[in-house]
Nanobody, 127 residues
Framework: QVQLVETGGGSVQAGGSLRLSCAAS????????IGWFRQVPGKEREGVAG???????KYADAVKGRFIISQDDAKNTVHLQMNNLNSEDTAMYYCAAVRSVDCRPVWLLDRTMYTTWGQGTQVTVSS
């Protein structure tokens, strides 16, 4: 299976920006859908953004217009550009992957669709 490593988290002032990266690696090639999720203590892990193998994207209402998910030309790293951050964006952010054959665009923000998860990267927004 693919292995995922998230980077780019940190502390930022409200109104600032961060760019998260999800690097995928593995011994064998495969095509995947990738999703970004976030979680804070006492709350469910919620979908933030997702992208399919052909580039279809889906965003949670809370981040529409502020966050952008993208893939690099090598198609082995997915980024989450987070702009105009506020305190409600403070969370542990995780990327997740599922094989394209098992990926449904309507479920891009549904954690139950994904089979592989990264360890997470912390994002803290101060006001």
């Amino acid at each position: 299976q693919v292995q995922l490593v998230e980077t780019g988290g940190g502390s930022v002032q409200a109104g600032g920006s961060l760019r998260l990266s999800c690097a995928a690696s593995g011994s064998h090639y495969s095509a995947y859908c990738i999703g970004w999720f976030r979680q804070v203590p006492g709350k469910e892990r919620e979908g933030v953004a997702g992208v399919t193998i052909i580039g279809d994207k889906k965003y949670a209402d809370a981040v529409k217009g502020r966050f952008i998910i993208s893939q690099d030309d090598a198609k082995n790293t997915v980024h989450l550009q987070m702009n105009n951050l506020n305190s409600e964006d403070t969370a542990m952010y995780y990327c997740a992957a599922v094989r394209s054959v098992d990926c449904r665009p309507v479920w891009l923000l549904d954690r139950t669709m994904y089979t592989t998860w990264g360890q997470g990267t912390q994002v803290t927004v101060s006001s």
